[in-house]
C-alpha cells in the first residue's frame, strides 16, 4: 500500500526559508514524480512544481522559481521541499503527492504539513 | 495558460439529489489530462475521476465525469452526507498543473 508521510508543522519569521519533508513507502520510488500543492487558510489548492527522483530533474511554478528547491534522497526514498525568504502570504498546508498512475497526476498524497509565518 | 473555472461556488442540496459541477477551460483542452479531486474537511485531497471520465478507485459509482473541449461536469447522481467537500478540477499542460478554484457541496 502506498503511504507518503510528511514532516510536523513549522513555524517560522518572516525571511526565513523552511524545509518540508516527505517520506514514502510502498511503491518503487525511482519511478515516479513527486508533486507539492499548497493551499492557504481557506483558499484552493496551488500547484509548486514536480520532482522527478530518477533523475533530479525538476519543474517549478513561474510564481515559486528562484525561492524553492525539491530534492530527494532515494536512499530513505524521502523528498524533500524547501522555500526561502518566507512571508505571511507563504502560511499554508503544504502537500506532497506521488504521481503514481501516471507521472504528471498526483494520486496519493500525504497528509499535509502545515507552515505559519508570522514574526 | 489555462485557466479553469468552476461554478457554481457553492452547491447546497438534500441528500438523494443531484448534484451537477461544472469546470470550464479558457481554451480547448485534452480530455485525456483533466482530472477532478475531492476535498473532504480538513483532509487532503482524494483522486476522483481523471482522463475526465475514469473514477479512481475506490470511488463510488454515484461520481461520474463527461465532458470535451472547454466543458467539463462532475456529477453525483445520489448526494450522500459523506459528499460534503470542496471538488476541485485540475488540468496537466506543458509540464505544468492548474487547479480550478473549487466548488463547496453543502447538504441542506
Known amino acids: 500500500q502506498v503511504h507518503l508521510v510528511q514532516s510536523g508543522a513549522e513555524m517560522k519569521k518572516p525571511g526565513a526559508s523552511v524545509k518540508v519533508s516527505c517520506k514514502t513507502s510502498?511503491?518503487?520510488?525511482?519511478?515516479?514524480?513527486i508533486h507539492w500543492v499548497r493551499q492557504a487558510p481557506g483558499q484552493g489548492l496551488e500547484w509548486m512544481g514536480w520532482?522527478?527522483?530518477?533523475?533530479?530533474?525538476?519543474n517549478y511554478a513561474q510564481k515559486f522559481q528562484g525561492r524553492i528547491t525539491m530534492t530527494t534522497d532515494t536512499s530513505i526514498r524521502t523528498a524533500h521541499m524547501e522555500l526561502s525568504r518566507l512571508t505571511s502570504d507563504d502560511t499554508a498546508v503544504y502537500y506532497c503527492?506521488?504521481?503514481?498512475?501516471?507521472?504528471?497526476?498526483?494520486?496519493?498524497w500525504g497528509q499535509g504539513t502545515l507552515v505559519t509565518v508570522s514574526s | 495558460e489555462v485557466v479553469l473555472t468552476q461554478s457554481p461556488g457553492t452547491l447546497s442540496l438534500s441528500p438523494g439529489e443531484r448534484a451537477t459541477l461544472s469546470c470550464r477551460a479558457s481554451?480547448?483542452?485534452?480530455?485525456?489530462?483533466l482530472t477532478w479531486y475531492q476535498q473532504m474537511p480538513g483532509q487532503a485531497p482524494r483522486l476522483l475521476i481523471y482522463?475526465?471520465?475514469t473514477r479512481a478507485t475506490g470511488i463510488p459509482d454515484r461520481f461520474s465525469g463527461r465532458g470535451s473541449g472547454t466543458d467539463f461536469t462532475l456529477t453525483i447522481s445520489r448526494l450522500e452526507p459523506e459528499d460534503v467537500a470542496v471538488y476541485y478540477c485540475?488540468?496537466?499542460?506543458?509540464?505544468?498543473?492548474?487547479f480550478g478554484g473549487g466548488t463547496k457541496v453543502e447538504i441542506k
Open positions: 481554451q480547448t483542452v485534452y480530455s485525456s489530462y
Open positions: 485540475q488540468y496537466y499542460v506543458n509540464s505544468a498543473l492548474t
Open positions: 510502498g511503491y518503487n520510488f525511482n519511478d515516479h514524480y
Open positions: 520532482i522527478n527522483p530518477n533523475s533530479d530533474g525538476t
Open positions: 482522463g475526465a471520465s
Open positions: 503527492a506521488g504521481g503514481i498512475l501516471q507521472k504528471w497526476l498526483p494520486d496519493q
